[in-house]
């Protein structure tokens, strides 16, 4: 017998952060985030049903119909309209689709979400499976004039999976904070150069 509502509730409440985690595990168990569903989480965690709807309606992974998460979704943000979503959403009406928020795929529009998997592609023949594109090589790194900082490993084959973020340094920084008292983490952000601006580290 699978969980009940009150069993994933319980599970994830009392974890940090549960909100997301545990809106996935309605939304994959049932493969949409029903109304009961939705009341039920809004008792469970204490939050406003107003704020829990814009959490919910934020996400483009998450659906609010019936099998709506094995169903097509279609981006139907600016760029994507511009390039024929609401022809190629209406060409996937027949397989049950809806529309989606922006999925931050503006540089491949049209993107199609069905379960986990994106296609991409401006007509229902034409979809296919693409990763999103690498952001090209910066000049000034190759220079020696900057140092790439958010970029610096994404380029490492596998980069796109844990293990392959884990083995550049990904968690890295986590790691030390589970290492550190709290008065110790606190110290530490508020030292760095882009961290809070307290009137200790105003005064030097």
């Known amino acids: 017998m699978g969980s009940t509502n009150g069993d994933l509730i319980r599970a994830w409440r009392d974890q940090e952060a549960p909100l997301l985690p545990l809106l996935h595990a309605f939304h994959e168990r049932d493969g949409f985030l029903s109304d009961e569903a939705l009341r039920e989480i ?3 965690l204490s939050i406003p049903i107003a704020e829990l709807y814009g959490t919910v309606t934020f996400y483009h992974h998450l659906s609010r119909v019936p099998s709506g998460r094995e169903a097509p979704r279609v981006c139907t943000g600016p760029i994507c309209c511009l390039n ?4 190629l959403l ?3 009406r027949k397989d049950g689709a809806t529309s ?3 999925s931050g795929r503006c540089d491949q529009p049209v993107p199609v979400l069905i379960a986990d998997r994106t296609l ?3 007509s ?3 979809l296919r499976a693409q990763p999103s594109p690498l952001p090209p090589d ?3 790194v190759a220079n ?3 140092e790439e900082c958010l970029f610096a490993s994404i380029r490492e084959p596998g980069r796109a999976t844990i293990d392959g973020y884990v083995s550049t340094g990904g968690y890295e920084g986590l790691r030390r904070a589970l290492d550190m008292l709290p008065e110790q983490v606190v110290e530490q952000v508020a030292a760095s150069p882009y961290g809070p601006k307290t009137e200790s580290t105003i005064n030097g």
């Open 42 to 44: 809004a008792d469970g």
């Open 84 to 87: 024929g979503a609401n022809e």
């Open 90 to 92: 209406e060409a996937l």
């Open 100 to 102: 989606m928020p922006c």
């Open 120 to 122: 991409v592609g401006t």
């Open 124 to 126: 229902a023949d034409g």
């Open 138 to 140: 910066n000049p000034a």
């Open 144 to 146: 020696g004039d900057v």
